[in-house]
Nanobody, 115 residues
Framework: QVQLVESGGGLVQPGGSLKLSCAAS????????TDWYRQAPGKQREWVAV???????IYADSVKGRFTISRDSAKNTVYLQMNNLKPEDTAVYLC?????????WGQGTQVTVSS
């Protein structure tokens, strides 16, 4: 089992940047893949990005070129660097971890992009 805690959200102006963190309670080298999702009010949950154990990354078209997923294994943390933020990026951002057949979710961190 693994607990995930997201942080780093906040209020930012359009064009600004934020870096989200997803801290895991155990070594992330045991995690098969880590994903970021987002949930905006009144909308379906949207997949944002994935980082596999092997280091491969894939992004949703809506964030490609603006967001970067990365990790620091020594800190058991996965990051989501978000640049050139737009109002439509406003959402609760959640990280997930897949270990075998098990899927774990954090509680999320709010990102609001507004002038």
């Amino acid at each position: 089992q693994v607990q995930l805690v997201e942080s780093g959200g906040g209020l930012v102006q359009p064009g600004g940047s934020l870096k989200l963190s997803c801290a895991a309670s155990r070594s992330i080298v045991m995690i098969d893949e880590t994903d970021w999702y987002r949930q905006a009010p009144g909308k379906q949950r949207e997949w944002v990005a994935v980082l596999t154990r092997g280091g491969n990354t894939i992004y949703a078209d809506s964030v490609k070129g603006r967001f970067t997923i990365s990790r620091d294994s020594a800190k058991n943390t996965v990051y989501l660097q978000m640049n050139n933020l737009k109002p439509e990026d406003t959402a609760v951002y959640l990280c997930t971890a897949n270990i075998g057949a098990n899927n774990y979710w954090g509680q999320g961190t709010q990102v609001t992009v507004s002038s």
